[in-house]
Structures are given as structure tokens and as C-alpha cells.
């Protein structure tokens, strides 16, 4: 039973970095309708400055220009697309930030050489005693960090201008034009915040017990694709579940060190778990069907 | 108005699946490319002939991803998978059991031949398993549940070691055709040159690679191709045409995975040996930037592509000492491969941005055709690069 609560706690902290990391894929799906696959680079670069920063300014500087860093790396992807693609098919756009990741990735990779950078985080490979379990201190804070964060997002979405224009945007982007609302700005916001989320997720998923930060961590990153798939492309609230779930999931089989063939089945169970869900509901668990209107 | 004798030559070339008397200029120069081609090996060198081993792979899979990405308008990032299927489905159907060595591999010790066919099909066979998810999923959500089969792969070939060989592989049984080896034992000797492995398996490659264009060509211009088409610009108008759309898009991801297969049966072919680590992310990427580049649901410009991108590394690698800018690899700068990423993620974006039609569109505008038309290949012609 302790081992179950432990590995549950633990699988609620990587939960809520996968929904930090899905809900960056669910804001920009819903302002701009791109599936953003160079989202794993972006959360990349926020690491890579954070972990070069760190040792000359303070933690929380470093990771502030790190938030900024990537946001900045998201609204260039964002000013590319609405310079020429604004109303071009979804495979059009994906493919441009496929192109902007292969970019990314190539030169990060070639900085990082073989390096395992640290994030340099203060909390360091602390272990706290719950009474039930032990957990890393780093998780234990990502769990908090996460709460507020995803607290304070869903607020500003619901009762913030932004939050309102956005969702008007997202329901038909025509009408909440002729309201006056101004669709450049608000998708700009969008992709800056998932750009800044991803920053801040990769602090956590650097963090001990991992071994640290290097181009690899992209791969991690993509696993919060099934995250934001099982919960529905265009839900936040379905990112911060299919993210839990996800995360629950990974902790519960490599806790158990469930096996198939010989093989961590860790590795691949978002995955596994992405295709039996779109299986049974294609669109994922909240998502909003698709109707075809002729 | 059935008299066919007075349209007009336009009209003639519009009209899908007659071709006119005339060559056209077009045609004569693909062919001449083949025969260069062919002829090649007498006047290159061996690693010449393992970099165009490799583009030719490439090619025929390339082929295959803009049928279904182009065409038929469903994103994939699922190809490497399916090349890894045909090239592990070769080697474990050809291979020996029980070979000296550490190696854990098992084999069935068929027929090469046999081996490569029944590895092609297994691949289509895969590409049918996942299409019940395939033809639910419109695109985007597709391109994100094909990402799965990649990392679901990965797990496979490390650990179902009797078919792979585990993290280090195994290696691959040389093809032979009715018993005839293509390998150095028995080298001939045309024109003064020795034909070892690589000068027979180019040879080989290219017959593969034409006809597998010459296929695509002929599928894209029948009634698949057009059926293909519509679904991708409305599914709605595709049904109520009368076609099935789920049988659709099964089939173009049929189609594209035994197109992968092969390819993945000449990589093990040309490396002679599978790794796990070739069948990564990377490598769906690297097809996904080859058919952009060429344009999206044109096959020469998915062959261009594909050297582009299979090639262009190599060569800068080769060719490093005398390129500025280029470094070793694993001194911290660029070397090739990085630098060749580089340049086609870079092409990659540009094309988007500036030339959706890719370099088949751009070749065309040189050439004063028709305009470019975004991201959708030229609609009765789509078979022509």
C-alpha cells in the first residue's frame, strides 16, 4: 500500500508537468488551430538558457529568461504563421513547425554536445518523508508549482479579457473579429504562454530523479502528445486530465517495473494508452466531436 | 464532340490516362537520367555507391509517404515504422537460425526473394492493422497518433530479440535472385570493371526504384489516385461521389507502408546489417522534409527530396575537408549531418512559407506552366513531377 501511495504521488507530479507541457499544445490548438510539434525544442531552449543562466544570475532570474526565452522562440513560430498562413490547411502548418523543430533541435543538440547540463534548481536531490511515502523534494514542489500555475491559468481563461477573447476566438473566429476583438493579439498571448509553460515544465523534468537536462529531454517532452490527445485537442481541462492520467500511468508501470518481452513497459505506455482511447473516441476523452455539416 | 481528333493538345494533356503520340521532353529526360544511372557504377567508387544504395532506399519510400501525405491527404509521422517492419521482416524471414556468433536472432533461412516479397506485405499488412485508427482520425489527430507506432517501434526492436537482435541488431542475409548472389563471390567483370556487391545491388536498386515510380505514376492517374484526391479536399463531396472513404484512406495507408516495406528491405539490403537506432523519429521526419521540399504528392519531387535529404548528409560528411564551415563530427561544430539538417529544416519552412508546390512547383514555374496551387498538387497531372 505505501508503495502504491508513493508511486501515486509521484505520478501525480510527472502528471502535471505532462498537462504544463499539453496545455502549451491545447492553447495554441485552440487560438490557432496548429498542432505544434517543435513545442518538445521550445521546452528545450527554456532549459538550455535556464541551465546556462543559472550559475551567474539567481535560480528564479534564470528561469524567468528562460519563460522568456521560449516564449519569444513561440512567437516567431507564431509570426510565421500569420505572415502567410493564416487560413492555409492544418497539415501546411504542422509541417512549418516540423521545419522550425528540426532547426531548433539541430543546433541545441550541437550545443549541448555530450553534455547533461543541471538546471541548477535549489532543490537538488533532497528527499522528503511523507509519513506514507518518500518523494524527491523537487517533486513535491513541482506538485505545488504546477497547482498554482494550472490555478492561475484556468482563472485568467475564464474571467480575464484574454481568457474571454481567446475563447471567443476559439468558437468563431469571424464573429468575435466583427465584436472587435483583436484575433493577432490574442493568439500571440497563446503561443507565448505555452511557450513560457514549457520553460517552466522543463525546470521539473530536469530536476532529481532525472538525470538532468540535454537534447534528449525533447523526447520526454513529446510524450505529453498523448497527454493532450487522450484528453482532446481542443480542452484544457482534457490536458490537465489526459496529463494526470498519463502520468499516473508511467509512475504505476515502472513502479511495479511491469514488463512485456523483457522491456520497461514505462516507456511506451502513454502511447499504448493514446491509441486505446482514440480507438474508442476519436477526438479524446473531453475533446469536442467533429460534426460535418454538408 | 466525339470526334477526339480536334481537341485541342491542351486538352489532350489534361485528359488523365492518355498519353499523346509525341515524347514529351520530360519523358525523354527521365529516361536519359536512368540510363546515366545505370551506367554509373562503372565510373564511381565504393562509398559513391553506398550513398546512392541508401537514396535509392530512400526514394522508394519517399514514394510511398507523398501517395498518402500528398495525395491522399493524411499526415504520418508513423513511416520509419513501417520501413522497420520491412527491413526486420527480411532479415528475420531470410536469416538463419542459430548463426555462429552472440547474436540472439532467430530466422526462417527463406528464399531471399520470397523473403523480401512476404516482408513487403507484412508491412502493408501492419499499415492495415493500424487503419482502423487511420481512417477515424482526420489529419491532425492522425499525425499525432502515427507519432505513437514510432515510439511503440522502438520498444519492439529492443526487445522482441529474436526477430531484431536487441540494441545491437542483427545483421541481414545478402539477396540473391534463383540463386545467383548478390554479393563479391561471384564478381563479374563488365566493361573492365568489377562488379562486387555494391555495383550488383545498384543496379538491382534502380530497376526496383523505376518501377516503383512508374507504379505510383500509373496508381495516382487511375481511379485510386482520383479517389485519393477528393477524400483529401472533402471528405463530404468524396462520399457522396461514391466513394468510400474509409476504404480510401485504408488503402493509400496500405499502399504507403508496403512502399515503406521495400524501402526498409533495400536498407537492410544496402547496410547489410538493422540497428534500432536508424528506425528514430528522425528518420519520419527526414521523409516527412523530403516530400515537402520535392512537393507534397509529386513523385519526382519526392525522389529529389529524398536524395536531398538522404544524400545531402553523406556527401557534405565526404566532401568536409574542402567545404567551409564544416567540421568533424563530435569536435562541437557542424558536420555533416548536422549541417545538412540545418539546411533542410531550412527548406522545410521556406517552402511552406513561399512555394507550398515544393521544388516540382518551382520546376514547372521555371519551365512557364501552370501557376502553384497551395499545397496540392496540379489536379489531373498530379502523377507528373
Known sequence: ??????????????????????????????????????????????????????????????????????????????????????????????????????????????????????????WGNKIVDLGFAEIAQARLVGIGVTAVLLAAFFVAFKYSSW?????????????????????????????????????????????????????????????????????????????????????????????????????NLNDVVPYLVMLLVLLVRPSGLLGTKELTRV | MSDTATRSPAQARAAPGRSPRRVRPATLARVALVIVLAVLPLYIDTSLLTIGLFTMAAVVAAIGLTVLVGTAGQLSLAHAFFLAVGGYGYAFLAGESGVAGA???????????????LAVIAAGFAGLLFSPIASRLRGIYL???????????????????????????????????????????????????????????????????????????????????????????????????????????????????????????????????????????????????AIVVGGLGSIGGAAIGAFFVTAGPLLITRYSSSLPFISDSGSGGYDGGKAAALLYGLAVVLVVLFEPGGLAALGKRLAGRRPARALTPAPSTGASP
Open chain 2, 143 to 289: 499525425g499525432v497518433a502515427s507519432l505513437s507506432l514510432v515510439f511503440i517501434g522502438e520498444f519492439c526492436y529492443e526487445n522482441v530479440r529474436s526477430v531484431t537482435g536487441g540494441f545491437n541488431g542483427r545483421a541481414a542475409t545478402p539477396f540473391s535472385l534463383f540463386g545467383w548472389e548478390f554479393t563479391d563471390a561471384n564478381t563479374l567483370i563488365v566493361a573492365g570493371v568489377p562488379f562486387g556487391r555494391f555495383e550488383k545491388l545498384w543496379e538491382l536498386f534502380l530497376v526496383v526504384a523505376v518501377l516503383s515510380y512508374v507504379f505510383a505514376a500509373n496508381v495516382l492517374r487511375g481511379r485510386m489516385g482520383r479517389a485519393m484526391r477528393t477524400v483529401r479536399d472533402s471528405e463530404v463531396a468524396a462520399a457522396v461521389m461514391g466513394v468510400d472513404v474509409r476504404r480510401t484512406k485504408a488503402g493509400a495507408f496500405v499502399l504507403s507502408s508496403m512502399y515503406a516495406g521495400l524501402g526498409g528491405v533495400m536498407v537492410a539490403l544496402a547496410f547489410g546489417r538493422l540497428t534500432p537506432n536508424y528506425f528514430s523519429l528522425a528518420l519520419s521526419i527526414g521523409f516527412l522534409a
Open chain 1, 163 to 263: 481568457g474571454i477573447a481567446m475563447r471567443a476566438g476559439a468558437e468563431d473566429g469571424e464573429a468575435a473579429a466583427l465584436m472587435g476583438i483583436r484575433r493577432g493579439r490574442v493568439t500571440m498571448t497563446a503561443w507565448a504562454v505555452a511557450g513560457a509553460l514549457a520553460a517552466v515544465a522543463a525546470v521539473f523534468l530536469c530536476a532529481f530523479p532525472t538525470p538532468g537536462l540535454d537534447a534528449s529531454v525533447r523526447l520526454t517532452a513529446l510524450r505529453a502528445f498523448p497527454a493532450a490527445i487522450l484528453g482532446g485537442l481542443d480542452s484544457t481541462a482534457g490536458a490537465v486530465v489526459g496529463g494526470l492520467a498519463i502520468g499516473i500511468a508511467e509512475a504505476m508501470t515502472s513502479g511495479y517495473s511491469v514488463k512485456l518481452a523483457g522491456g
Open chain 2, 103 to 117: 547474436s540472439t536472432a532467430q530466422g526462417l533461412g527463406l528464399d531471399p526473394l520470397l523473403a523480401a516479397i
Open chain 1, 1 to 122: 500500500m505505501t508503495d502504491f501511495l508513493s508511486y501515486l504521488v509521484n505520478g501525480i507530479s510527472l502528471g502535471g508537468i505532462y498537462a504544463l507541457i499539453a496545455l502549451g499544445f491545447v492553447v495554441v490548438f485552440k487560438a490557432t488551430e496548429v498542432v505544434n510539434f517543435a513545442h518538445g525544442s521550445l521546452l528545450v531552449l527554456g532549459g538550455y538558457v535556464i541551465a546556462r543562466l543559472h550559475t551567474d544570475v539567481p535560480f528564479v532570474v534564470a528561469v524567468l529568461a528562460g519563460c522568456a526565452v521560449a516564449a519569444v522562440g513561440a512567437l516567431v513560430i507564431e509570426r510565421l504563421y500569420s505572415w502567410r498562413l493564416r487560413d492555409s490547411n492544418l497539415n501546411a502548418l504542422a509541417i512549418l513547425t516540423i521545419g522550425v523543430d528540426i532547426l531548433l533541435i539541430t543546433e541545441l543538440t550541437r550545443r549541448f554536445g555530450p553534455d547533461i547540463l543541471s538546471t541548477g534548481d535549489p
